[in-house]
Antibody, heavy 118, light 107 residues
């Protein structure tokens, strides 16, 4: 059974940093693209970034480019999202997801809440 | 690519048939997926390639469309189908954009 467990969420002031982690199990992690998708509580979904199996391809939504960095450690079955220069509008639940056919998000974690506020 | 879903909220009774719409700001061929999200849960992939049901999705869910106009239909709505539905395009990316969602609510 695929399991994705996010951690690292919390409260941070504007301009601060936070690193999200996602530990995967139940599938050969190193063979799959992975992504981060976020959701402001009560609002819609926003795709944030994805990464290929060996980190040679990384893509971001414009609003986080230069501030967020997606990475992975295949030896630890882990996906990361380093978030710097955080803004109030980055407040959201961040989901990690396993990407399959056409890199669609086919398995999701439970999400980690990031709150950016002064 | 901007995806516009309509209506925003759909109030229906169990057993009814509903149709949700997703319109793309430019042609995305058939590169469209539909997700279902129930309250307090993570999204679930329902449909990909505009009309193909994902594994385990009941056949009361059907979808169609290509280019800029897409639809998701649910026939014989069941209690577990009350949720928010999102479309997502994956032809022209990054970013892989989602629509704003349609909430299917119980009347």
């Amino acid at each position: 059974e695929v399991q994705l467990v996010e951690s690292g969420g919390g409260f941070v002031q504007p301009g601060g940093s936070l690193r999200l982690s996602c530990v995967a199990s139940g599938f050969p992690f190193s063979s799959y693209w992975m992504s981060w998708v976020r959701q402001v509580p009560g609002k819609g979904l926003e795709w944030v970034a994805n990464i290929n199996h060996d980190e040679t391809e990384k893509y971001y939504v414009d609003s986080v480019k230069g501030r967020f960095t997606i990475s992975r450690d295949n030896a630890k079955n882990s996906l990361y999202l380093q978030m710097d220069s955080l803004r109030v509008d980055d407040t959201a639940v961040y989901f990690c997801a396993k990407c399959e056919y056409q890199l669609l998000e086919n398995s999701w974690g439970q999400g980690a809440l990031v709150t950016v506020s002064s | 690519v901007v995806l516009t879903q309509s209506p925003v909220i759909l109030s229906v009774s169990p057993g009814e048939r509903v149709t949700l719409s997703c319109r793309a700001s430019q042609s995305i061929s058939n590169n469209l997926a539909w997700y279902q999200q129930k309250p307090g849960q993570s999204p679930r992939l329902l449909i990909y390639d505009a009309s193909t049901r994902a594994s385990g999705v009941p056949d009361r869910f059907s979808a169609s469309g290509s280019g800029t106009e897409f639809a998701l239909s649910i026939s014989g709505l069941q209690s577990e189908d009350f949720a928010v539905y999102y479309c997502q395009q994956y032809l022209r990316w990054p970013p892989r954009t989602f629509g704003q969602g349609t909430k299917v609510d119980m009347k």
